[in-house]
């Protein structure tokens, strides 16, 4: 079955104890992504990566690193997290002749972080 | 200039309505417009998307109507189903881009 999964679906840690969410796609996809979501602000793009290697900034990438070392896993790394990193993690892929948002992204089940 | 604003926030309809969510864009370059539909505990999903070169799209009940000149485009679900009941998101990106820009979505409840 063609899926995105992410690992944990739910995690409650403590401030300053560095996690990493982990995302895979079984679907051979150039490009991934990820994003968070808060209520009243919608899906907000965190980091991309257009292929193994290359990976940029989104639109809130304070406090978050990312790595693409193989074309199926994009990980999300908090190092320090902070009570404002509570939220609702998606990692998407999609494919095209060369990636990109502009095909479909398909969505994991979400991973819901809170940061006590 | 990077913004999609979405409207309304919430959205309450009865069975058989035409519930309509609206976007507006800023940026001008922006050329492909895609709507995304999530169920609750689930990840947005892909519903429907558009160009600019139509001003409508449909697919079964759900159709995307595209103002290019007001940068505006809208989703009407006909018949709506309690089923329909969900959260949905605008977007918009260049159609060769890298980067996605996402309303703040709208929260559309069927009544039975």
């Known amino acids: 079955e063609a899926q995105v999964t992410q690992n944990p679906r739910y995690l409650i840690t403590v401030t300053g104890k560095k996690l990493t969410v982990t995302c895979s796609q079984n679907m051979n996809h150039e490009y991934m992504s990820w994003y968070r979501q808060d209520p009243g602000l919608g899906l907000r793009q965190i980091y991309y990566?257009?292929?193994?290697?290359?990976?940029d900034k989104g639109d809130v990438p304070e406090g978050y690193k990312v790595s693409r070392k193989e074309k199926r896993n994009f990980p999300l790394i908090l190092e320090s997290p902070s009570p404002n990193q509570t939220s609702l993690y998606f990692c998407?892929?999609?494919?095209?002749?060369?990636?990109?948002?502009?095909?479909?992204?398909?969505f994991g089940p979400g991973t819901r972080l809170t940061v006590l | 200039q990077q913004q999609v604003k979405q409207s309304p926030q919430s959205l309450i309809v009865q069975k058989g309505g035409i519930p309509i969510i609206n976007c507006a864009y800023e940026?001008?370059?922006?050329?492909?417009f895609p709507w995304y539909q999530q169920f609750p505990g689930k990840g947005p999903a892909l519903l429907i998307a558009i160009r600019p070169d139509v001003s409508e799209k449909k697919e079964g009940r759900f159709t995307i109507s595209f103002n290019k000149s007001a940068k505006q485009f809208s989703l009407h679900i006909m018949d709506s189903q309690p089923g329909d009941s969900a959260t949905y998101f605008c977007?918009?990106?260049?159609?060769?881009?890298?980067?996605?820009?996402f309303g703040k979505g709208t929260r559309l409840h069927i009544l039975p």
């Open positions: 990566s257009m292929n193994v290697e290359v990976t």
């Open positions: 998407a892929s999609s494919s095209g002749m060369s990636g990109g948002p502009y095909n479909e992204q398909f």
């Open positions: 977007a918009a990106s260049l159609w060769d881009g890298d980067k996605i820009i």
């Open positions: 940026n001008t370059a922006f050329d492909y």
